[in-house]
């Protein structure tokens, strides 16, 4: 394979790799499991839901006690939150407020973050810190996480388009070689971003208020996740750098029937 072709070749299987890397880690952030995590951290300072459960406690004893049918919707909570009865009667303290996290989590994600409130009450100021904190939460997602999806497996398999003509006109320690260049060439530059944006993140929170520093504390959290698979690729691509070095030392040691070691009888 020419040179300038097997060079062309790399370079594009590592950028829609690293794509890939990304797209395949935003898809893990957004994952209902994941995502509804990371929501729930940020409703709960969004909706001062530990300043207000007490009278939440109080308000869904008494609407319980008053109830007609078998269930009721917490009072007073901006979400529609459905409870039965005899379940309404015993609800309080941690567990009450992570039965409210867990269904504004499951509400967010599945409708977004416009099922808080109506648009004209949601005036964050565009371009202010707010609003990007409110459009980051936005994309956590049931559509979102589909879309980072289709998009990881589109760049997977273009990676993979690309690196399989090089990887078959290499020899062993070259096919290990150039996968351990491509892993680390996407994860180093990730491992990167993810550091900086939580220390930029950090820097924000110091002179924040408590609301928008725990919402910032989400965005940490994130960008940790993001650090970690990058490092985790990175140690992989290495492993198979060191690995091609030890294969092509032993391709090239000379064999002992041809330094005269092994032919005597």
């Known amino acids: ?22 797209a395949l880690t935003a898809a893990q952030l957004t994952a209902p499991g994941p995502g509804k995590a990371l929501l729930s951290r940020a409703l709960a300072p969004l909706l001062d839901l530990d300043a207000a459960l007490p009278y939440l406690e109080e308000a869904l004893h008494q ?6 049918g078998p269930t009721l919707a917490v009072p007073d909570f901006p979400l529609p939150v459905q409870v039965a009865k005899e379940e309404a009667l015993t609800l309080r303290g941690e567990k009450l407020r992570s039965l409210l996290l867990q269904e504004a989590a499951r509400q967010v994600y599945s409708q977004g973050m416009g099922v808080l409130a109506g648009e ?6 565009r371009g202010s810190l707010p609003w990007a904190m409110d459009r980051g939460l936005g994309l956590i997602g049931h559509k979102t996480h589909l879309a980072f999806m289709v998009a990881a497996a589109v760049l997977g398999v273009a990676s993979l388009g690309l690196a399989l003509p090089l990887l078959m006109a290499l020899p062993s320690w070259g096919k290990l070689a150039s996968l351990g260049a491509i ?26 208020t408590p609301l928008v520093h725990q919402l ?7 960008a940790s996740v993001l650090v970690r698979n990058a490092l985790a690729l990175s140690a992989l691509g290495t492993a198979f750098l060191a690995l091609a070095v030890l294969l092509l030392r032993a391709q090239a040691r000379p064999s002992p029937s041809l330094t005269g070691e092994g032919g005597q009888a």
């Open 120 to 125: 004209g009450e949601r005036d964050l100021g």
């Open 63 to 68: 609407a319980a006690q008053e109830a007609q």
């Open 183 to 208: 892993w680390v060439g996407a994860g180093l530059p990730s491992l990167l971003l993810g550091l900086a944006a939580r220390l930029a993140l950090k820097a924000l929170q110091g002179g924040a």
């Open 1 to 22: 394979m020419k040179g300038v072709r097997a060079l062309a070749l790399g370079l594009g299987a590592w950028a829609l790799f690293s794509l890939f890397f990304l």
């Open 216 to 222: 910032l504390q989400v965005g940490v959290e994130a």
